[in-house]
């Protein structure tokens, strides 16, 4: 994604997992998977320093935004937050120009890099985790209208989102709601998220069975 310092940390991350090696010729060659690869330890730090350096009220405002995903809409944060909106459109602002983890795209924010959204993520606590997704979800649920709404009618990428943040959150039977309206949205035009939502499904203990699942 741009970064030089990360890219050559992850190339010595998958030389030392064994994932890479160089042949005789000094051609660099696949020997391992390489799915799902967590992100080096050094850049792990490196980004935990830099998110040490922010205030409390900027840590949670990022910590919510790293549950709503790489690209973000920084409304839905403010109000999963409970914060009021032009105060904390101010404090991303402030979070861009000082500590360049966040950078604007029109109306929405994006995280300077994957790996920032990914260690912030991988950095919460499990509990922590879940309120802040369901708060998410519970925001968006509320400010679209979705729970008054038949969900086939709710706007297909309201519904992927909600069915996400509240699997992720521990609210299975809430997701469920908005799966068959997910998988609509989605199709076959995004394959790897449609598999990716019906695994989260499916791990749910109990939560899809018989004749459906």
């Not at 699997?167 to 309206?181: I, S």
Request: a negative charge.
């Amino acid at each position: 994604d741009g970064n030089p310092l990360f890219l050559f940390e992850n190339l010595r991350a998958l030389e030392e997992s064994g994932r890479v090696a160089r042949d005789a010729r000094g051609a660099w060659t696949v020997t391992g998977t390489l799915h799902d690869l967590p992100a080096p330890p050094s850049i792990q730090h490196l980004i935990q320093a830099r998110f040490a350096g922010l205030e409390e009220e900027d840590k949670s405002l990022l910590e919510i935004a790293c549950c709503a995903g790489f690209e973000f809409d920084p409304v839905l944060v403010a109000e999963a937050a409970g914060l009021a909106v032009l105060p904390a459109l101010k404090r991303f602002a402030l979070i861009e120009k000082r500590h360049r983890l966040i950078h604007a795209e029109e109306r929405s924010y994006v995280f300077d890099h994957h790996q920032v959204q990914e260690a912030l993520y991988a950095g919460l606590m499990e509990p922590l985790r879940e309120r802040y997704h369901v708060a998410l979800a519970e925001t968006l649920e509320s400010r679209e209208h979705a729970r008054d709404q038949d969900p086939k009618d709710v706007d297909g990428a309201v519904a992927v989102a909600l069915c996400e943040h509240y699997f992720r959150g521990g609210r299975g039977r809430d997701g469920l709601r908005f799966l068959h309206r997910s998988l609509h949205h989605l199709g076959t035009l995004r394959p790897a998220a449609t598999v990716q939502l019906i695994d989260h499904a499916l791990a749910i203990p109990g939560l899809v069975t018989g004749s459906e699942r």
